[in-house]
C-alpha cells in the first residue's frame, strides 16, 4: 500500500468563471430568441462571481468489507462501509479514494430565492443553470487532482460516483460518506434524510488503483439503459 496522508483538506477562494457563451449552450429552447438571450446575459452580468465555491476532500485507503459481503470500506480512524450496490463494479480495482464534497455556496441559491419569490421564473430558471455551470467547473477541479495524483503513482481512476445517481448507490449513503468529511468548513450541511444544502451541493468518491486503465475521471454514463435519449447524460 502506497503511503496515504487521510488529513482533510478544505479549498475555498476558488477563481471559478462562467461566460456567456457557456450559458447559452445551456439553454435549451427550439429557437434561442433574442428577448431570451438578452435575460440570460443580464441575469448572468448581475451575479456574475457572487458565487463562493468550496471543496472538503480526503484520501482513504479502500478496500472490500470482510465482515459484509458485497459492502465496500473506506478505512479511517472511523471506519465506513458502503453499499454502492452494482457501482460496486467501478470500485472494484481501488486501492485508495478521494472523498470529496463541494458547493457553489448559498450566494447563487439566495439570489435564486429571491427571483422566484417575485415570480421572475426566468431569471430563477437562468441563475439555476449558472449555478450548474459553476458546480461543473468546481467539480472539475476534483477530477484534476484525482488524475494527478494517479499518475504520480502510476495508476489508473475510476469513474466519478454520488450517492443518489441513478447508478445505484442509493442517496442514505451520503450520510456516511460525509462523516468522513468536515462540511461546517466549507458550509455545508446534510439532513437526516441524507440532503445537502445549499442545495447545488454534492458528495462523491472515485478511486485510483494500479488495476484501472483510465487516466481522466469519466462518468458511468455508459452503462446506463437512457444512455442514448438522456438530457441530463455526462461527457466521457
Same mark, same amino acid.
Given at each position: =500500500?502506497?503511503?496515504?496522508?487521510?488529513?482533510?483538506?478544505?479549498? #475555498?477562494?476558488?477563481?471559478?468563471?462562467?461566460?456567456?457563451?457557456?450559458?447559452?449552450?445551456?439553454?435549451? #429552447?427550439?429557437?434561442?430568441?433574442?428577448?431570451?438571450?438578452?435575460?440570460?446575459?443580464?441575469?448572468?452580468?448581475?451575479?456574475?462571481?457572487?458565487?463562493?465555491?468550496?471543496?472538503?476532500?480526503?484520501?482513504?485507503?479502500?478496500?472490500?468489507?470482510?465482515?459484509?459481503?458485497?459492502?465496500?470500506?473506506?478505512?479511517?480512524?472511523?471506519?465506513?462501509?458502503?453499499?454502492?450496490?452494482?457501482?460496486?463494479?467501478?470500485?472494484?480495482?481501488?486501492?485508495?479514494?478521494?472523498?470529496?464534497?463541494?458547493?457553489?455556496?448559498?450566494?447563487?441559491?439566495?439570489?435564486?430565492?429571491?427571483?422566484?419569490?417575485?415570480?421572475?421564473?426566468?431569471?430563477?430558471?437562468?441563475?439555476?443553470?449558472?449555478?450548474?455551470?459553476?458546480?461543473?467547473?468546481?467539480?472539475?477541479?476534483?477530477?484534476? =487532482?484525482?488524475?494527478?495524483?494517479?499518475?504520480?503513482?502510476?495508476?489508473?481512476?475510476?469513474?466519478?460516483?454520488?450517492?443518489?445517481?441513478?447508478?445505484?448507490?442509493?442517496?442514505?449513503?451520503?450520510?456516511?460518506?460525509?462523516?468522513?468529511?468536515?462540511?461546517?468548513?466549507?458550509?455545508?450541511?446534510?439532513?437526516?434524510?441524507?440532503?445537502?444544502?445549499?442545495?447545488?451541493?454534492?458528495?462523491?468518491?472515485?478511486?485510483?488503483?494500479?488495476?484501472?486503465?483510465?487516466?481522466?475521471?469519466?462518468?458511468?454514463?455508459?452503462?446506463?439503459?437512457?444512455?442514448?435519449?438522456?438530457? =441530463?447524460?455526462?461527457?466521457?
Amino acid at each position: =500500500m502506497k503511503n496515504i496522508d487521510t488529513t482533510p483538506c478544505a479549498l #475555498t477562494g476558488l477563481n471559478i468563471e462562467v461566460d456567456f457563451e457557456e450559458l447559452v449552450k445551456k439553454i435549451r #429552447t427550439g429557437s434561442k430568441r433574442p428577448d431570451i438571450l438578452a435575460t440570460a446575459e443580464q441575469t448572468l452580468q448581475k451575479v456574475n462571481n457572487i458565487w463562493n465555491p468550496g471543496i472538503v476532500y480526503r484520501w482513504l485507503p479502500f478496500g472490500q468489507s470482510e465482515t459484509e459481503p458485497g459492502k465496500s470500506i473506506v478505512h479511517s480512524n472511523n471506519p465506513v462501509i458502503l453499499d454502492l450496490g452494482h457501482s460496486a463494479r467501478f470500485t472494484k480495482e481501488a486501492s485508495q479514494v478521494l472523498v470529496a464534497a463541494y458547493s457553489v455556496g448559498k450566494e447563487l441559491e439566495e439570489e435564486n430565492r429571491k427571483a422566484a419569490d417575485n415570480q421572475e421564473l426566468l431569471v430563477s430558471f437562468f441563475l439555476d443553470l449558472i449555478g450548474l455551470l459553476v458546480l461543473e467547473k468546481t467539480g472539475e477541479i476534483i477530477n484534476k =487532482m484525482v488524475e494527478q495524483r494517479a499518475t504520480e503513482l502510476d495508476w489508473g481512476v475510476s469513474p466519478f460516483l454520488s450517492p443518489g445517481s441513478v447508478h445505484g448507490w442509493e442517496l442514505e449513503d451520503q450520510l456516511k460518506l460525509c462523516s468522513l468529511l468536515p462540511l461546517n468548513e466549507i458550509s455545508i450541511t446534510i439532513s437526516d434524510d441524507a440532503i445537502l444544502s445549499p442545495f447545488k451541493s454534492v458528495s462523491c468518491l472515485i478511486g485510483i488503483g494500479k488495476g484501472y486503465e483510465a487516466t481522466h475521471v469519466g462518468t458511468t454514463c455508459r452503462v446506463c439503459s437512457k444512455n442514448n435519449d438522456c438530457e =441530463m447524460k455526462q461527457l466521457y
